[in-house]
């Protein structure tokens, strides 16, 4: 299941999306096509995003929240990016089939410019928080900035396993044309890494 929700009321705007995967799947690993193995499926995440507009619409002020699960194990080859991770699925205790509990957002999904977007490829195992505030200078030009604060879910499925995975500031300066459909502008980011 996929649900959301969103809510416009005067100058403030409230959405809700998330998201759950839930099922199990027959394989045979690779030279042991004779006895098919078990895995359960079970992973999901959401998010909440707020927002607020002041002074005559032109300063929009936000807050996101993030969430999605993951597996309790690192890749094998020590990557980072969900994208080209390969992590190993451990049976689960007492015997329990193994189970795929990592969610991914989806990589055009643009959280932030540096950790979600190039280290990591995509939120997984990890829960953020990004208050945001906007400002339209002119009729055309925009001003931006927020700051993502991101923890592990999951810390042994990152390196250093810890459960801070560290601050990020960005700031954007935008210019739009939308009736033309012309976008331009730069953008910086700075990560510290927990």
């Known amino acids: 299941p996929d649900l959301w929700f969103r809510l416009n009321y ?12 839930v099922g199990n799947v027959d394989f045979a690993p690779p030279g042991f096509a004779s006895t098919p193995q078990s895995m359960q499926i079970l992973n999901g995440g959401g998010v909440g995003r707020f927002s607020y507009r002041l002074l005559r619409d032109a300063l929009n002020i936000g807050l996101e929240v993030g969430f999605a699960t993951g597996e309790a194990a ?24 193994p189970t795929m509990s990592a969610f991914t957002f989806d990589p055009d999904y643009h959280v932030d410019l540096i950790l979600w977007r190039r280290i990591a490829g995509a939120v997984s195992n990890a829960t953020y928080f990004k208050p945001h505030a906007s400002y339209d200078i002119l009729d055309n030009l925009t001003a931006a900035a927020a700051v993502i604060y991101s923890i592990a879910n999951q810390p042994v499925g990152w390196p250093g396993n810890n459960i801070n995975l560290g601050l990020e500031i960005d700031a954007s300066l935008m210019y739009h044309n939308d009736e033309e459909g012309f976008y331009a502008g730069v953008a910086y980011g700075v990560l510290f890494p927990f």
Do not use: I, S, W
Request: no cysteine.
């Open 10 to 21: 005067k100058k403030f705007q409230m959405e809700l999306e998330g998201a759950l995967n």
């Open 74 to 97: 690192e890749d094998e080859t020590g990557n980072v990016n969900f994208r080209l991770a390969r992590r190993v699925r451990r049976p689960g205790a007492n015997g329990q089939l």
